[in-house]
């Protein structure tokens, strides 16, 4: 063989070790996958330190915040689902909250419509942001590393900075002057000569960098007390904002019991309110359990009209029950994921005809999709599913330059006007109402199914409403069709959310045929080019080897294992 032949072969095993962009990457010790590569390496490097997947969790959360500005964040709020490796699991909700002077009727004009879309425009829009203290509390009752090795990386990433992808640039070119209100986007991806940065320099965010030495520093004080709130609650008084340093002392994140429930011998844990996405999602696998899915076969017409119909009916109780669980008490969970309640909700399923939405009462949007979800796992048998989110792509697309960061517009998640429903989309029903202090209902589903007590499948995606679906039909996707993780998440997916009354599906991934048959069932329906961006791991008892699988619409998205 020539020496060239020599070196082909080897740069062949050199890409086929190294490539990024793989269908499964393998861990004996641990896994993670994060919408970027370079916050998957970031985890498992904590990993190989000895910390556990809450360190990893933390850390891979601060690297996203300079990674993946668009959705990982300082400035916006999410979930924790945490296994723990004895089987128990526990979640921590940091969720944005209201300011202190928010009202019910603060988005609304004198004829008691939405006023300039300031729901999610504007520094109204945005709720008082929980991630620091969220990652700050997980770490203080589960961590094991100290606090100051997780928030490092991150600092390094935005001091030293790291390649402008393609993906990044992109949008960059898109965003950087596309409206005069956006203040930070205007100087956010310029470097020093005021050229947006190009594919491959290196992109530096030192005002980013300062601020997360303060968080380092300080913990959680470092953003909710101190020189950073100062400046918060300046650059809101300054634009127009109703955050204050008040709002800021009393977020507090909360550690709550998850939703759960067994299917097939797995067993099924997810967030509980104040987000929608366990219920619902716990609500459709009982549906489906109840109606013998196994019986049906992966992508057929049966299939979409069952999977429909479940989504119809989660979606519909989700609009009349789902709120701020410290705000409604009396929200009916236990009922909504009970088994008894799944039979009798398929009572009236017809096999052959798609039901009505009833637009009387209850509706909504698609939401904003621009959320990022990592999944964890390590040596020691820990997983984490975290979602969180700035709510639309690079949120409110506002902030201080001092700060380096981007607010959230979160407060678009609350329902907008009080008692008006309609069936084009808006929801004014009690339990999500604004109020000072609530949290606004969200779809973010970060779930772990077990298996003998033990992680078998760590999931999430972005999405707004489509989280929940997209994270339902993974499930369905591993546990019922026994589809490899990889698989499963690329496999074609659909969403229904009950009002508006159609059926969104993957262009392409849903035959002709399918698509005329469920017509004449009399479903409507509606083509988009993609449904999620889920980060999955399995777990392979046989091998002891975690499998991990970042989705191929994530831009520079990676799962990491070691
Ligand atoms: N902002 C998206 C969600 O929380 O559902």
């Known amino acids: 063989m020539k020496r060239t032949h020599y070196f082909l072969i080897f740069l062949l095993g050199f890409l086929a070790f190294t490539n990024p962009v793989k269908s499964q990457t393998f861990g004996k010790n641990g896994m993670v996958v994060s919408d970027h590569y370079l916050a998957s390496e970031v985890g498992v490097e904590i990993l190989k330190k000895g910390g556990n997947a809450i360190d990893a969790a933390v850390a891979t959360a601060f690297a996203l915040a300079v990674t993946h500005p668009e959705a990982g964040n300082i400035g916006g709020g999410g979930f924790i689902v945490f296994m723990k490796s004895d089987g128990d699991v526990t979640t921590f909700d940091f969720r944005e909250k209201a300011p202190l002077e928010a ?37 203080q009752k589960y961590g094991k590393l100290p606090w100051k090795d997780l928030v490092e990386p991150a600092i390094q990433l ?7 992808s393609w993906g990044l640039y992109r949008v960059a070119t898109r965003i950087s002057d596309a409206d005069e209100s956006w203040d930070i986007m205007k100087n956010y991806f310029r470097n020093s000569e005021g050229e947006i940065v190009a594919p491959g320099e290196l992109w530096k965010q030192e005002a980013l960098a300062e601020t997360l030495t303060e968080i380092k520093n300080h913990g959680r004080d470092g953003f909710y007390k101190g020189k950073v709130a100062a400046e918060i609650e300046a650059y809101m008084k300054a634009n127009g904002g109703i955050i204050t340093q008040e709002d800021l002392a009393k977020y507090e994140a909360v550690e709550r019991k ?11 844990f997810s967030m509980p309110p104040p987000s929608s996405g366990g219920v619902a999602l716990i609500e459709m696998m009982n549906l489906l359990e109840a109606a013998s899915i196994k019986e049906v076969e992966f992508n057929s017409t049966a299939y ?32 909504l994921i009970s088994k008894e309640f799944a039979k009798g909700r398929f009572e009236n399923l017809d096999l052959n005809h798609a039901s009505k939405s009833d637009s009387s009462k209850f509706g909504q949007l698609y939401g904003g999709d621009h959320t990022t979800h990592f999944s964890v796992t390590d040596k020691d048998g820990n997983a984490v599913s975290l979602t969180y989110t700035l709510e639309n792509s690079y949120g409110v697309k506002m902030g201080s330059e001092k700060l380096g960061f981007i607010f959230n517009n ?12 309609t069936s084009t989309g808006l929801i004014g029903s009690d339990p999500n109402l604004v109020a000072p202090e609530k949290r606004m209902l ?10 003998d007590g033990k992680p078998y499948l ?16 993974t499930v369905l996707n591993v546990l019922v069709y026994e589809m490899r993780i990889d698989r499963a998440i690329e496999a074609m997916k659909i969403h229904h959310q009950w009002l508006p009354d159609q059926i969104l599906y993957e262009r392409h991934l849903l035959s002709p045929d399918t698509r005329k048959a469920l017509e004449e069932m009399g479903h409507k329906l509606r083509p988009t080019n993609n449904l999620g961006v889920l980060m999955g791991i399995t777990y392979d008892s046989e091998l002891g080897i975690w499998v991990g699988a ?10 990491r294992g070691y």
């Open 550 to 559: 970042a989705d191929s619409s994530s831009e520079d998205g990676g799962a």
């Open 158 to 164: 935005a001091k030293k900075g790291f390649p402008m």
């Open 442 to 451: 969200s779809s973010m589903t970060p779930t772990i199914v077990a298996k």
């Open 258 to 268: 998850p939703v759960s429930t067994t299917f097939d011998g797995y067993e099924i």
């Open 304 to 335: 979409v009209h069952l999977v429909a119909e479940a989504m119809r009916r989660a979606f519909a109780d989700r609009a009349e029950f789902l709120g701020d669980p410290d705000f409604n008490p009396k929200m009916p969970v236990d009922k």
């Open 458 to 473: 760590v999931i999430g995606s972005p999405g707004g409403r489509t989280i929940i679906n997209t994270v339902f039909q």
């Open 410 to 421: 979160e407060m678009g998640d609350f329902n907008p006007i009080p008692g008006v429903t």
């Open 103 to 139: 009202s019910p009727t603060m988005f609304l004009d004198e004829n008691g419509e939405i006023k300039d879309n300031s729901n999610h425009r504007g520094l109204l829009s945005v709720g008082v942001p929980g991630t620091v203290a969220g990652l700050y509390q997980a770490h």
